[in-house]
């Protein structure tokens, strides 16, 4: 049996194109967007293996009622894609606080509750796979990206630290 996908962040770029390829290889996924409708081209070109789901990850209900929508439909979760992210562009002297605090419940925060919201279903088939869309930016910080890559300096960290714990 084909697997189920959950990939955030599918209304452009490489979330969209993550979401064509796993279809178009017979394998079910949960396409997702803040907007739905932005990705209802995608359902309608794959039907019976695609369903679009609104998700915010900055918001916890958001989160939960996107993974619950998935699992009811799809049976579980055997794959997250965290694509959901965005970059900033400021001198760390420059930065806006408010906005760099967005960005990191995007990039940051929102992958966390993803894989939150999906590891205890994985943790009981003793089964899944999560990839982060991650960046260079999150190994090599340079200047005017400082915020951006401590988002994904910190999505790194958090991987690497998450992949430790669920090696058993």
């Given at each position: 049996?084909?697997r ?65 929508d998935?699992i009811?439909?799809f ?52 089964s ?15 200047p ?25």
């Amino acid at each position: 049996m084909s697997r189920c996908w959950i990939i955030t962040g599918c209304s452009t770029g490489i979330g969209r194109a993550i979401a064509h390829h796993v279809l178009s290889i017979g394998e079910r996924v949960a396409v997702t967007a803040r907007d739905p409708e932005k990705v209802q081209d995608i359902v309608d070109a794959f039907p019976g293996r695609a369903i679009g789901l609104a998700l915010d990850v900055t918001d916890q209900e958001s989160v939960d009622r996107a993974v619950a929508d998935a699992i009811g439909h799809f049976g579980g979760i055997d794959i997250l894609v965290n694509n959901a992210g965005y970059g900033y562009v400021a001198s760390i002297e420059e930065g806006d606080e408010a906005e760099v605090k967005a960005m990191f419940e995007t990039n940051f925060f929102g992958a966390l509750r993803m894989m939150k919201a999906v590891l205890p279903g994985m943790r009981a088939r003793r089964s899944g796979r999560i990839i982060q869309i991650s960046s260079l930016a999150g190994r090599i910080a340079n200047p005017a990206t400082g915020y951006y890559s401590s988002s994904k300096f910190a999505l790194e960290a958090a991987s690497e630290a998450l992949s430790r714990e669920v090696a058993d």
